[in-house]
């Protein structure tokens, strides 16, 4: 049976033409968010707009059942809207208010110029690992990527769970406590001996769970284990003239090998992305955003006054000098606002001269940095 389609009620174009009388009167031309509400004041939808008048107003010129701007319009039922400082305030913005709401049609609607992939490491007694096409992935604790080359990935992730034994399947999570084999059904992959085969009942759990932590210690960056062992794993077999078996584990080398590399440069491009970021607002105010580790963690107005000017600083000390709450590395929920951040200088080449670099004793980044191979 096929699941429905969910369609939200429709609006009147009674209700739609005050809609637009509403944004011609208030609306002003300034950058900043707006959010599309339901008949219960349900947000349906969020978008941004350097100037959100104008923004809004197309929305009521739009024609066709192929537009998504009316087919948004179709079922809108009220309209609230926001300013920001900036452009790049109204991004961020925008993309804070998507990951807080979920709104239906940005989930349904987002067209990606290219397909990309996360490698996420779930939870519980059996932790696995899984390539998801989302960063807000419910089933992750820990999330790595995006990676463009899907297809890559996944032959990498598969060579990753066969090296450690950490199983990739959507199974295991009654293994470690007394599943019986005899109600379970067999794992091929057990009895080839790529998988510790939690998911029917066999193995030990501490072992598992140090397996599962060399995983990702290795996602982190913090590890090159599972590399080196396949390493040994080659030349063993090797030295024993197993050559099929050293061929198997060569090509494993070569895809856990591909994954290392790209960890590793993200991991070094994120320190890359702490800095002072100085934007102009349509007013030309300037706006100061201090950027720690790829995300935004606080927005100021550019000092006036001495007084002000000492504020800033003892905020950008507090920001870059002390501990990074967030941790060492860039949380899963983040992780989307690090993209963020680093799309905006690498589409916008001439807002990298307003970079400084964060306290005087540093120095500016070299560059940005984008989806992962």
Same mark, same amino acid.
């Given at each position: 049976?096929?699941?429905?389609? =969910?369609? %939200?009620?429709?609006?009147?174009?009674?209700? !739609?033409? #005050?809609? /637009? @009388?509403?944004?011609? *009167?208030?609306?002003? &031309?300034?950058?900043?968010?707006?959010?599309?509400?339901?008949?219960?004041?349900?947000?349906?939808?969020?978008?941004?707009?350097?100037?959100?008048?104008?923004?809004?107003?197309?929305?009521?010129?739009?024609?066709?059942?192929?537009?998504?701007?009316?087919?948004?319009?179709?079922?809108?039922?009220?309209?609230?809207?926001?300013?920001?400082?900036?452009?790049?305030?109204?991004?961020?913005?925008?993309?804070?208010?998507?990951?807080?709401?979920?709104?239906?049609?940005?989930?349904?609607?987002?067209?990606?110029?290219?397909?990309?992939?996360?490698?996420?490491?779930?939870?519980?007694?059996?932790?696995?690992?899984?390539?998801?096409?989302?960063?807000?992935?419910?089933?992750?604790?820990?999330? =790595?990527? %995006?990676?463009?080359?899907?297809?890559?990935? !996944?032959? #990498?992730? /598969? @060579?990753?769970?066969? *090296?450690?034994?950490? &199983?990739?399947?959507?199974?295991?999570?009654?293994?470690?406590?007394?599943?019986?084999?005899?109600?379970?059904?067999?794992?091929?992959?057990?009895?080839?001996?790529?998988?510790?085969?939690?998911?029917?009942?066999?193995?030990?759990?501490?072992?598992?769970?140090?397996?599962?932590?060399?995983?990702?210690?290795?996602?982190?960056?913090?590890?090159?284990?599972?590399?080196?062992?396949?390493?040994?794993?080659?030349?063993?077999?090797?030295?024993?003239?197993?050559?099929?078996?050293?061929?198997?584990?060569?090509?494993?080398?070569?895809?856990?090998?591909?994954?290392?590399?790209?960890?590793?440069?993200?991991?070094?491009?994120?320190?890359?992305?702490?800095?002072?970021?100085?934007?102009?607002?349509?007013?030309?105010?300037?706006?100061?955003?201090?950027? !720690?580790?790829?995300?935004?963690?606080?927005?100021?107005?550019?000092?006036?006054?001495?007084?002000?000017?000492?504020?800033?600083?003892?905020?950008?000390?507090?920001?870059?000098?002390?501990?990074?709450?967030?941790?060492?590395?860039?949380?899963?929920?983040?992780?989307?606002?690090?993209?963020?951040?680093?799309?905006?200088?690498?589409?916008?080449?001439?807002?990298?001269?307003?970079?400084?670099?964060?306290?005087?004793?540093?120095?500016?980044?070299?560059?940005?940095?984008?989806?992962?191979?």
């Amino acid at each position: 049976m096929r699941g429905r389609v =969910f369609r %939200p009620p429709q609006s009147t174009p009674a209700q !739609r033409r #005050a809609l /637009r @009388a509403q944004v011609a *009167a208030h609306c002003e &031309r300034r950058p900043g968010v707006y959010r599309v509400l339901g008949p219960t004041g349900n947000v349906l939808y969020v978008g941004q707009s350097r100037t959100l008048r104008a923004r809004l107003l197309s929305y009521f010129r739009a024609r066709g059942r192929r537009s998504k701007s009316a087919r948004i319009l179709r079922h809108a039922f009220a309209l609230e809207w926001e300013y920001t400082n900036t452009e790049f305030a109204a991004l961020l913005r925008e993309l804070r208010l998507i990951k807080q709401y979920r709104p239906v049609f940005n989930a349904t609607m987002v067209v990606d110029d290219m397909p990309r992939g996360y490698v996420a490491l779930t939870g519980g007694d059996v932790p696995g690992l899984s390539i998801v096409p989302r960063s807000d992935d419910p089933t992750a604790v820990a999330l =790595f990527g %995006p990676f463009r080359r899907v297809a890559k990935l !996944r032959e #990498a992730v /598969r @060579a990753l769970a066969d *090296a450690t034994g950490v &199983r990739d399947c959507s199974l295991g999570d009654a293994a470690f406590r007394g599943a019986s084999r005899s109600r379970t059904p067999g794992c091929l992959r057990h009895a080839l001996g790529v998988c510790a085969g939690p998911c029917i009942g066999v193995g030990d759990a501490d072992e598992y769970r140090r397996a599962a932590g060399v995983v990702r210690d290795f996602l982190d960056g913090h590890t090159d284990a599972p590399v080196r062992l396949l390493q040994r794993a080659m030349q063993q077999a090797s030295d024993a003239m197993e050559f099929e078996r050293a061929g198997i584990a060569r090509d494993r080398l070569e895809h856990v090998g591909w994954l290392h590399e790209r960890v590793q440069q993200f991991r070094a491009n994120v320190d890359r992305l702490t800095f002072r970021y100085h934007a102009t607002g349509p007013d030309a105010r300037e706006w100061v955003y201090l950027i !720690r580790r790829g995300t935004v963690r606080a927005e100021l107005p550019m000092p006036a006054c001495p007084e002000e000017e000492a504020a800033l600083e003892a905020t950008a000390r507090r920001i870059y000098e002390g501990p990074d709450l967030k941790g060492g590395d860039v949380p899963t929920h983040d992780l989307d606002e690090f993209y963020l951040v680093s799309s905006w200088f690498r589409r916008r080449t001439g807002e990298a001269a307003r970079v400084r670099p964060a306290l005087a004793n540093t120095r500016a980044p070299g560059g940005v940095v984008g989806p992962i191979g």
